[in-house]
Each structure stands twice: as C-alpha cells, then as structure tokens.
C-alpha cells in the first residue's frame, strides 16, 4: 500500500490495484502538488460537503467513471450530478474489492456553497476508517475533539491517522494531541493547517505535545513510511 499526502486533507491511497482519493480539494487548494487533469482515481472517499473537501470530486469522477462513497445525504448530492456513488453513513460500513470502508463520527457542519451562495446541506459530516492488506487508516475529516475517539481506537487498532491540527474550524494542536492519546495510532499525520490564514500552524508544536504515537509531518506529495 502507498499512502501519500497532498495539502490540505487531501490524501490518496493506492492499494488492490486501485487508486483512491480522500476529499480531493485541488483547485484553490495553493498547498497541493495534484493536477485535476492528472488525477485518475477508481475510488473518492468524502468526509463531508464542505466545499474545501468536495473539492474537485464531480469533474474528475466524470472523467474517470470513478465511484465516489460518501454520507448519505452528500452521495445522492453528488449523485444528482451525475456521478456513480454509493451511499454510506456513520457506523455503516462495506468490504468493496479494493478495502473496507467505515464512516465514523465527527463534530463539525457540511454543506456545499454553489456559485450562487446557495447553500446546499449535506448531511452528518464524518470521518473515514479505510481498511486494507491488514493495515488500518482513520481520516478525521473535520472534527472537534470528542470522547468517543477512544472507542474507535479501541473497536479498531490504527496504523495511520490524518488528524486536523488547524484549530479555528477544527482541533487545534492542543485537541488534536490529546486525540491521539485516545485513539492510540502507530503513526500520525497532522492536515488540515495553513491552507488558508485562519488556520496557520507550526506542526512541529502538534509533535511536540503529541506523546505515544510517531509524528510524521509530510509536505505536499510527500508518502507516509510505514
């Protein structure tokens, strides 16, 4: 399995001979390496409708019949655009031929802005445990800090965990350490920081607090060592 990160929350797993995108937030995303047009996913896996994590979804899924899962209520949005989806939703969870997908909870809002600032809601937002050649990743999505992140430690041993760090609209470093404690990763990815200035942070700060767990703060393009 390769595992790479690409600004943002954007991360792309390749695994089963499949290519998958976690919320491919590319154009105006001035943090990523990725091109639209160079992007060729089977699979998109979306934590929830927020316009910084649907990203580019609906183009590149058009160009590449891919099949993009997510919550319910953002699936069928997605869908009504004329995308292939399958609907999930938070506790669901599905064995597909390239991995096991799982939407957890996450405390946060989702909905989509258009061009005309209608707002669009989305459903629950989520996070995403992936599951595949007998390692465990958990992406967080957007998410507070929440007790039950240690019964997702628990019910499911992480190897790899993509933690918003940005504070602002999410878990700060402070929260976001204290996660870790909870869920009880091998290894953790801080995302979601200085993509935009509410969010600027120093992640050696998350790294520094951060206790039990090995940090590996990557930049745009760079693969999680497993």
Do not use: C
């Amino acid at each position: 399995m390769q595992i790479s990160y690409h600004g943002h929350s954007v991360v792309k797993i390749i695994t089963n001979d499949t290519t998958i995108l976690i919320d491919p937030f590319i154009r105006g995303n001035a943090s990523t390496d990725l091109k639209v047009e160079e992007q060729k996913p089977e699979v998109i896996l979306l934590t929830h409708g927020h316009n910084d994590h649907v990203g580019d979804t609906v183009e590149i899924a058009k160009a590449n019949n891919s099949l993009v899962v997510a919550p319910n209520e953002l699936a069928d949005f997605i869908g009504w655009q004329g995308v292939n989806v399958h609907n999930m939703h938070i506790g669901g969870a599905k064995q597909f031929d390239f991995g096991k997908v799982k939407f957890t909870q996450a405390f946060h809002g989702s909905s989509y802005v258009t061009e005309n600032n209608e707002i669009i809601y989305t459903g629950m937002p989520s996070g995403i445990l992936f599951m595949a050649e007998g390692l465990t990743l958990y992406h967080a999505g957007d998410t507070a800090l929440f007790g039950d992140m240690k019964l997702i430690g628990e019910r499911h041993p992480i190897d790899v965990a993509f933690l918003p760090i940005g504070d602002n609209f999410t878990m700060g470093p402070e929260d976001a350490a204290y996660a870790v404690s909870l869920l009880k990763p091998k290894i953790v990815v801080p995302i979601h920081y200085n993509t935009f200035p509410p969010i600027a942070q120093d992640p050696q700060v998350f790294a520094d607090l951060v206790e039990g767990a090995e940090v590996q703060i990557l930049q745009a393009g760079d693969y999680v060592k497993l």
